[in-house]
């Protein structure tokens, strides 16, 4: 039996039904990718093994440079006395002076290298301090060239004292075309009045002042304003370290004693007062010159002062016998509130004509301990025989 059927028609559909569905799941496949692609570009790429192999290795250390090293809370200084270069025009040394401190080089680098320069680096600027008639008798000036600065800056030295009785052997000018050219080799200056010099070593702050009994340096008679001087500095920098031209000179001024001393009509201050006073205000080290001879060191407040480190170099300009001939490398390690770590003596000496030696016979340090019990033998330092410098026990 057959059923009666009516005509064919398509199901009829719903207009906008999958619309929604479509529109959703558009979004997602777009937000999927986005999410791929960001975190493909966020994630590190994959080491290749020479990136393995390189991070993996201990890293090579930066060379030297004059940025400032991490703060390691203590830093090692090395300071040396009188230092002349030559006697221009006729008593340079060879090659222009490069070298002339390559034998001590080793025992002289440290974080700051100091010294004193006992002379003009300038040309000759037609004024001299000296009197014909006495020029080399009982009046002495010396100059090496301009250029020496550079001398100075490839031996390591970092910073060099002016407050001394030669920085104006030649005279305003002279002096003024010594810190030019300190200043052109990058050689840092201290002594002139007022100036506190501040340098940042492994992150500690140090100031350094120089005092000399002369109008072209801080007053090294007028106490009082050098202990002003000094509290400014302390509030400038952790570590106040004075550099000192004080006391008489010659072979038999080895001895400190109270009071006053006098040289050649001068007064070249009282080297005990002065340096109590100094480190009374603040200052964590003082170091001497002048006399042209060691002298003794003592602890004061629990500061080491060391009254005179004595010669190092005089080339065709001081006596290099003797005991002015005995000079050394003082070593010191301070911590950054300034107290005292520890310290060596590097025995040095002179050869003909003047220039600085590591010393085989190391006389310095038999000195040193022989002058540290006969003037302080209660606060004297303590030199071992491997020059160690302690305080007394």
Same mark, same amino acid.
């Given at each position: ?64 440079? *004059? ?65 014909? *008639? ?48 300190? *200043? ?201 025989? *491997? ?7």
């Amino acid at each position: 039996m057959s059923v009666a059927r009516g005509p064919y028609r398509p199901p009829r559909r719903r207009r906008g039904s999958l619309t929604p569905l479509i529109a959703a799941v558009t979004v997602l496949a777009v937000g999927i990718a986005v999410f791929v692609v960001a975190y493909l570009r966020a994630r590190p790429p994959t080491p290749t093994a020479a990136q393995d192999t390189a991070s993996a290795a201990p890293p090579v250390p930066a060379p030297a440079s *004059d940025a400032p090293a991490a703060d390691s809370g203590q830093f090692t200084l090395s300071a040396v006395g009188d230092v002349i270069m030559g006697a221009a025009p006729n008593g340079l040394p060879p090659d222009n002076g490069h070298g002339f401190f390559a034998d001590v080089a080793d025992k002289l680098h440290s974080d700051l290298q100091m010294a004193n320069l006992e002379q003009p680096l300038t040309d000759d600027t037609g004024v001299s301090k000296c009197p014909a *008639d006495r020029l080399g008798k009982t009046c002495f000036s010396f100059r090496s060239p301009p250029a020496y600065a550079g001398i100075l800056k490839e031996a390591g030295f970092a910073l060099v004292n002016l407050a001394n009785n030669h920085a104006y052997d030649f005279g305003p000018a002279g002096h003024q075309n010594t810190r030019r050219a300190l *200043d052109a080799a990058g050689v840092r200056y201290t002594g002139p009045p007022g100036l506190i010099t501040v340098v940042t070593v492994k992150g500690i702050r140090v100031a350094v002042l120089g005092f000399a009994p002369y109008p072209w340096a801080n007053d090294l008679v007028n106490i009082p304003k050098g202990q002003e001087l000094v509290r400014q500095a302390r509030s400038q920098a952790d570590i106040v370290i004075i550099q000192v031209h004080m006391g008489g000179e010659g072979a038999d001024r080895t001895h400190v004693k109270p009071g006053t001393e006098m040289f050649l009509g001068e007064n070249r201050g009282d080297p005990i007062a002065f340096s109590h006073a100094m480190v009374d205000a603040g200052a964590d080290l003082v170091i001497g010159h002048s006399p042209h001879v060691i002298r003794a060191m003592e602890f004061y407040q629990g500061r080491l002062i060391a009254y005179s480190i004595g010669n190092f170099a005089g080339y065709h300009a001081l006596g290099y016998t003797g005991v002015v001939g005995t000079t050394e490398i003082l070593r010191v390690t301070l911590r950054r509130d300034g107290s005292y770590v520890a310290g060596t003596i590097v025995p040095t000496h002179m050869i003909a004509p003047g220039a600085p030696r590591l010393d085989p016979q190391r006389q310095a340090i038999a000195l040193t301990a022989s002058l540290c019990r006969s003037d302080f033998p209660a606060t004297g330092a303590h030199i071992g025989a *491997d020059g160690s410098v302690t305080p007394p026990s």
